[in-house]
């Protein structure tokens, strides 16, 4: 039989505002370089495919990297916030009742 480690905290999933505001966290930083790093190369070019580029860019750096790490780390920000509380252990056995 498995052992299973019992978890002290439980899970805890961000609200959508904390999400959305992690979100913007992670884009506008990499627009506002996108565009200063792409201006040079696109020079004229129409504003439709401008915003192509730099979204293709910018959309898949946003959700697999920058996003998972910014809430990773809000994640252990709010741990360590919990534990230093000192917050009451969750017994899962009297809390069912």
């Not at 020079?43 to 998972?68: E, I, K, M, N, S």
């Amino acid at each position: 039989m498995p052992r299973s480690t019992p978890n002290p905290l439980p899970r805890h999933v961000p609200s959508v505002h904390i999400r959305a505001l992690l979100t913007w966290l992670a884009i506008f930083p990499l627009v506002s370089v996108g565009m200063l790093a792409l201006n040079p190369l696109w020079g004229d070019w129409h504003p439709v495919l401008r915003a192509l580029l730099l979204t293709a860019v910018v959309v898949p750096l946003a959700v697999y990297l920058v996003v998972p790490n910014l809430l990773r780390a809000y994640g252990a920000l709010r741990t360590l916030a919990v534990t230093r509380r000192g917050a009451p252990s969750i017994d899962p056995e009297t809390a069912a009742d």
